[in-house]
């Protein structure tokens, strides 16, 4: 008999799989027939959500970051995941090269020069900074920290530590619920499990296609740049279908191989390109720059974390509103990821590798890529700001390339590594996706029904790709914020379960 079942005869929790696939589908199909009215409406639903909820995102994301630091140096510090005889599953290097390409997947690639460049030309009018200017470009790279650095990590690791330290201590269902057992109780929640497991599905489902939109645009325009005169319209949907077969064949070989492997490949790349482009670009002097970005953000830090000057301003609501809530909207179904291959590690250990190497090693990426890409803009102002408006934000670390007099070595290792970023982050993305909605499963957490992570994994793409087709990058932005609200509720919960396994450990640890 076949280890799982058949495609034909799905392994799924019905109230959990259904109502988000069915909502998906529909969005695709609305988008496709009436692309102005949905556009229309998904517009609407993302400003509503941006601006009514804006203090809510920056002050819940402020509090988690603080509050990992206390438990980091209190005695739950010592906790260890699944127990005091639990063994770890994976090695520390394969561990982190795991949690870095889930985490941050394609964004780095795509952001890392064109977000800086954005907070260059256009900063926000309340600080009072000048366009084109050096103030402007400093601050651009302390905005670049807060948005890719301590703070979103804080957000991925307050919900998968409470998962990890339940789901190994009390063996319950494998349920986003868990993330909110030390607030309702052991025995309590089995009826809300369901609905919150659905609606959790559906905000990570739109994150993803949301990143993984952003990268095959990403993606078609390196190709476009070596080949001009081929059109987008067909190297998108060629793209999104390689990465699509490509993760089919990964998902197939679970955690400890397929995806512990892309992984470590993964890693080698990123570190490759940063080596590379320290050596052919500032070389030791991105180091003293990287301390003075530091600084930068640390002067910047409570200001945007609190909104005490940019509360209500449209800047807010486009930046740090916006990536806030796409990294909240991830957090819960990710957290199921994290926490579960956490298992074997202490409480300190597991914030060692889940935030602040991933967040040293994005601030660190952040300062080489974004701070060359500001070098550059700063000789050519005018060309720089035309590109990014005309050609959008994909086409900027082409050109950073061009500058540098590394075009076509910097760009074939961009194109590749992006393509296995996707890769590697569907595959963890529907590892999660798949165990939380399959009704079944074994005595093994690490096993995880591949018929699942196929549906999953093949919704993703075709949801990127019809968004980007009918909307662009805007209706990719758009889509992946819808998630963040009720998501925003969840972490809440879960940073409120975090301090009360702080108080008293032993009563919800066993």
Not at 125 to 148: C, I, M, Q, Y
Not at 379 to 408: R, T
Not at 438 to 458: E, S, Y
């Amino acid at each position: 008999m076949s280890k799982y079942p058949s495609f034909f005869r799905l392994n799924v929790r019905p109230y959990v799989f259904w109502p988000p696939f069915i909502l998906l589908i529909s969005a695709v199909i609305s988008s496709i027939f009436l692309p102005e009215v949905f556009s229309n409406q998904i517009r609407n639903l993302q400003q509503a959500i941006l601006t009514y909820f804006s203090i809510g995102f920056s002050w819940v994301s402020f509090l988690m970051l603080f509050l990992v630091i206390i438990v980091f140096f209190s005695p739950l510090g010592k906790y260890r995941i699944g127990g005091a005889k639990a063994k770890p599953r994976l090695s520390k290097l394969s561990w982190f090269a795991i949690i870095l390409c889930t985490t941050i997947a394609v964004g780095i690639l795509f952001w890392g020069s064109a977000e800086p460049l954005n907070h260059y030309f256009f900063p926000p009018d309340f600080f009072d900074l000048k366009p084109v200017s050096t103030d402007a470009k400093n601050f651009a790279l302390g905005a670049l920290f807060f948005h890719w650095g301590f703070t979103p990590y804080a957000i991925y690791a307050v919900p998968a530590l409470v998962f990890g330290l339940i789901l190994y201590s009390d063996k319950p269902r494998y349920s986003l619920i868990n993330i909110i057992k030390p607030i309702l109780g052991r025995k309590s929640g089995r009826n809300w499990s369901g609905i919150l497991d659905s609606i959790c599905l559906f905000a990570l489902v739109t994150g993803m296609a949301a990143s993984l939109g952003a990268g095959i645009l990403s993606l078609s325009g390196g190709v476009l740049s070596f080949f001009p005169d081929w059109s987008p319209v067909l190297i998108q949907p060629a793209i999104t279908l390689l990465i699509l077969i490509t993760f089919l064949i990964s998902a197939s070989s679970g955690i400890e191989k397929g995806i512990r492997s892309l992984s470590l490949f993964n890693l080698g790349f990123f570190i490759l390109l940063l080596v590379l482009f320290v050596i052919l670009g500032q070389g030791l002097a991105i180091f003293p720059a990287f301390v003075d970005n530091l600084k930068t953000y640390f002067n910047y830090f409570l200001d945007l974390s609190l909104q005490i000057s940019g509360a209500g301003n449209q800047w807010t609501y486009d930046w740090t509103t916006f990536n806030l809530a796409i990294w909240t909207a991830w957090a819960p179904i990710t957290a199921l990821f994290l926490g579960k291959i956490a298992v074997g590690r202490t409480v300190r250990e597991f914030l060692i590798f889940n935030l602040f190497l991933p967040a040293i090693f994005c601030t660190l990426w952040m300062s080489i890529f974004g701070g060359a890409t500001l070098g550059f803009a700063e000789q050519a102002p005018d060309f720089y700001k035309n590109l990014l408006e005309v050609s959008g934000p994909e086409s900027i670390i082409y050109q950073v390339s061009l500058d540098m007099g590394y075009f076509k070595l910097f760009s074939q290792l961009f194109i590749l590594a992006m393509f296995i970023s996707f890769v590697t982050a569907a595959d963890s993305s529907t590892d999660a996706l798949a165990s939380i909605s399959m009704d079944k499963a074994g005595n093994d957490v690490f096993k995880t029904d591949v018929n699942l992570k196929v549906i999953w994994g093949t919704l993703m793409a075709s949801l990127a790709w019809v968004m980007i087709t009918f909307a662009g990058v805007d209706g990719v932005r758009m889509l992946s914020v819808i998630g963040g609200l009720p998501a925003l509720i969840l972490i809440s919960l879960a940073t409120y379960s975090l301090v009360l396994l702080l108080i008293n450990p032993k009563k919800h640890l066993l």
